[in-house]
Structures are given as C-alpha cells and as structure tokens.
C-alpha cells in the first residue's frame, strides 16, 4: 500500500504530469484573455515547458506566473508591436487574394503566403527568446529576426506545426485542454538546439546552473 500511494511511483507521475500539461494549457489560455498579455503568456508558458518537461523541475504553476510576470514589461509592447504588423500583413493577404482569380494575382498569392513563413517565424522565436532569456526589446526582435533567418528550415517547421495547432483550436474548442503545451514541447526541440550555440562559454555556464537549480531557489 505504501508503494501504491507514493508520489515518486510511475503511476503517480504520470498523473502529475497530465495535470501539468492540461493545467498550464488552460493558464495560458487564460493569461492570453486580454490579448495584450499574449506575448508575455507565450513567453512564460515556453519558459516552464522547458523547465518542467525537459529539465524535470517541479511547481509548474508558480514558474508559470512568475514568468509571466517578469515577461510583463518587454513582452505587452513586443505583443503590441508584432498585433500591428500581422494586422498589415492580413491586409495585404486581403488584397492578394481579391485577385487571385487572374494568373499573375495567383502566382503573387503564392509568393506572399510563403513570404509571410518569415514574420511569423520571427514571433515564434522572439518569445521563446523572452522566455529563455533577459533581452531588450529592440534586441530580442534583432536576435529572433537572425536566428529565424539562419535556421529557416527550422523556423518554417516550427510555423507550419503552430499554425495546425492554432488552426485545429479554433475549429475545434478541445484541443485547448493539450494543444499549447504540446506545441511549445515541439518547438522547444528545435529552439533549445539552437539556444546554446550563441552563448559564450560563462553564459553557457551559468545557464546549466539555473537550469540545474531546483524552482524553489530561483
């Protein structure tokens, strides 16, 4: 009976960890509600996926918001920056697909579709960087807008797989309870392979060690 009822066996971290993936994609949802705070939501939720799943640190919830917090300041005018840019972009998408129906508008249809991989890869990074590190906020669009650049292949991976998740949410209500979470783990095997190539030799360092330091000290 002992062994059944300890919090350290295979069943029960298997529980904890299904009401940590449900629970903190219900918070983020939540956190995303006055659409100014997506950024910092984003930013926070990938900070503790990380934390949480890929390097087994507990209290997800309070790393959440804690994170969230921190990400307040950078991360509402970097949301309120990238809201403006992807309301031109929908713009243009309008009047590319008002003429589609001749051959040139197609080809260039096509052509902005895929030119649009681009700014939506520089947001998929730029809040994995506020999550994962300190940036200002010119700063975090330079270094987002590099590595979306010198790692495209992943960047367009990384956009295609957000978009389907963003896409099957919205014609489907459920996928909320698994889907961010799910779509932040994904990316995070892509963007903490590449995190650590730009770092030098103390920031590497002092990144295992925040990375090693249980929640409760940080």
Not at 7 to 15: A, G, K, Q, R, T
Not at 111 to 117: F, N, Q
């Amino acid at each position: 009976m002992r062994q059944v009822f300890d919090p350290e066996n295979l069943f029960w971290s298997l529980v904890g960890r299904m009401v940590d993936f449900v629970g903190l994609s219900l918070l983020w949802a939540a956190l995303c509600l006055p659409v100014v705070t997506i950024g910092p939501a984003c930013a926070a939720l990938y900070y503790t996926v990380v934390k949480c799943f890929r390097q087994r640190e507990k209290g997800a919830f309070g790393l959440c918001l804690r994170a969230f917090r921190d990400n307040l300041r950078t991360g509402i005018p970097a949301t309120l920056i990238c809201l403006a840019a992807g309301a031109a972009l929908f713009f243009g998408y309008g009047v590319m697909r008002a003429h589609w129906g001749t051959d040139l508008g197609a080809v260039l249809f096509v052509a902005y579709d895929v030119a649009l991989l681009l700014p939506a890869g520089v947001v998929c990074w730029l809040f994995a960087l506020l999550g994962r590190f300190s940036f200002p906020l010119g700063g975090a669009f330079r270094t987002a807008a590099m590595l979306a650049l010198r790692h495209l292949p992943s960047t367009v991976v990384v956009v295609l797989m957000t978009l389907e998740f963003l896409i099957f949410s919205i014609e489907r209500w459920w996928p909320v309870f698994f889907a961010p979470v799910l779509c932040a783990l994904l990316s995070s095997l892509f963007f903490e392979r590449v995190f650590p190539k730009y770092l030098t030799g103390d920031e590497r360092e002092k990144l295992a060690r925040t990375s090693e330091t249980p929640a409760e000290e940080e």
